[in-house]
């Protein structure tokens, strides 16, 4: 009989211990992230991408082995944003391949999430990070004028939307089921791919689009831009009657361009990553106990980092002639948007651990308290509670992290012009559609039925 | 005598335990065509043994034998053209294109013509022949060119049947011959490989 309070003392303080290790570690991995995000924040928002990729390769090691993963992803980001194509493939093709072996939870890991806090697991990321994954593979295969390899991340997506989908169920709100702006670019590469086969992938991809801006997309305020409309037209008229005629139906009014018409013009499209992503703090909550003392409770939110630049115009002048191409960009991504209700969705599940860890935790400093005065004292008592609620206050920390270089959202724009020699560039204005800054794209040699897709980065 | 017993027992599970973490990478060397399946994804046996089975059938249907019966016996000149990669997966088509290239020699039933970039190179060198540094018995000609009778094209496609953790994936490869000359199809090859991935939740 006596030898059970005797193990549930011994039991209790070695929990406590094992507690004080794993916090100790824990934080040790907490702190690396954070520290190099102080620089990497302030680089990003300064524009420096060159600076910021140097920086996040030097401090590699400094994000921990528990966020390689976000070593990966931010290191692919910025030489995405500097034009290293093949070092953005080499990142974000690792970043894919850890993301599926993260898939493999170590339970060992996760027990360790419900003792110090989530930030013992590694970083996993969110199921939309995983597709922008791959959306940035295919615009840096793309870049490289890899059509076919681009359209391999296509193929990828379209399985990956798909294997999201089926994790909830039919009538279920505001989950991030389908992403209707990677369903466009993904059709314009499937155009770009140009046989029979790729431009029905393109209809089936531009069909999808419409459908998740119509539905999904609308609780965002996001509309389907312009170029989607004209694309969907443009390739129903090859796909036959039938399909023209279910565009028509949605589109009554709408007097589109044929195909044989386009083709004489060439395509430029350019995405416009605007912004940073909202990036998460901690919100504590200070609980009284029972007993009169108090416990801390810290949960993720997201906080939106505000913008200067709001809209964007894109112009196409040729070289020899006056007629200048212009139109506007319009949002097709909100990434901010997605990842903010991404959180939302997961909050009651994030308060519910963390209220029964925090619990835990109080329950066995109450313990280790009770037996330690018990044997030696009312002293060793105090000290070992004082110990335990310093352990429950450092270890109790909201898991902060994200891929915070992400844009906040992506613009798309489209000018059709005929084949010549283009300056082009986009001019950036905010909201109240003030003139900011001029973003020059370069100049190209466009021939009839080229399509290229261009794109440049503001983070003010 | 206890106490030292244990002392030396501590000390060699400490040494084993110092050699294990040393240990480098192991190193086993494999068959070239041992079947060793990693991720699941296309590989190099994949490639290989379908470019065998089907460059084996294609040698098993008429055209060959109505070719060589209106060419008194003299075999086929065959090229190989573009295998488009459709499919889910980065697949280096060069290497199929290799397999198939090598199956097809090895036959013994065609000739077979060097590729695009090949005969780019070659020219070359045969162009620099001319320059009067070669001497004339072993100069080659410019214009003696065999030209193919036939091309065989084709591509990788993936279905994909995928949810979170496990996906089937079925690679369809399919080919076809053609004839230079009259643009008919002389033949068509689908070869099909499926594959069932699954990656478990939990482990320790």
Partial sequence: MQTYPCWNRRLTFVVLLVVAGLVLTSLSGCAGPRKVYTTVDELNAQGDFFQAHSYVEEHAKDYGKRNRL????????????IGEFREAIASFTEAEQLISELYTISLSQEATTFVVNDNAAPYRGEDFESVMVNLFLALSYANLSEIDEALVEARKVDSKLTAINLQYAENEQNAYREDPFVRLLMGILYEMGQTSSDLNDAYISYMKALQGYDSEYQRFGVSFPEPLVENLFSV???????????????FPSYRFTSRAEWKKMAEVYVLHLNGRTPIKQEDVIVVPTPDGQVVKLAFPRYEEIPGLIGGARLHALPVSGNKQFVADFRVGEPIGGIAMENLENRRLRIYAKTVARVTAKYLAVKEAQRSAGDKYGGLAGLLTKVTGDLLIFISEQADLRSWRTLPKEVLISKVAVPPGSYQIWAECVDTSGRFIEKVELGSRELKAGDKILLQFRTTQ | MNGSWLHKKLVVLVLVLLVAACAGPSVKRTEVDETIDLSGKWNDTDSRLV????????????????FEASNRGKPPAVIVGTVKNRSHEHINTQVFIKDLERALINSGR????????????????????????????TQKSISAEVGADYMLQGSINTIKDEIKGKYVIL??????????????????????????VKRSRFTF
Avoid at chain 2, 116 to 132: L, M, P, S
Avoid at chain 2, 171 to 183: A, K, W
């Fill in chain 1, 70 to 81: 976000l070593y990966l992803l931010d290191r692919g980001m910025f030489a995405f944003s």
């Fill in chain 1, 236 to 250: 129903a008229s090859f796909m036959g009657r039938a399909e023209l005629r279910k565009v028509q139906q949605r």
């Fill in chain 2, 51 to 66: 470019a065998e089975e089907m460059i084996l059938d294609c040698l098993e249907r008429p055209w060959l034998q109505r």
């Fill in chain 2, 110 to 137: 065609v000739a077979f013509v060097a590729s695009k970039d090949e005969r780019v190179e070659i020219r070359e060198e045969k162009a620099d022949q001319q320059y009067g540094f070669t001497s004339r018995e």
């Fill in chain 2, 171 to 196: 690679y369809q490869v399919n080919l076809e011959l053609i004839e230079l000359e009259t643009h008919l199809k002389k033949w068509i090859g689908q070869k099909e490989i499926k594959k069932y």
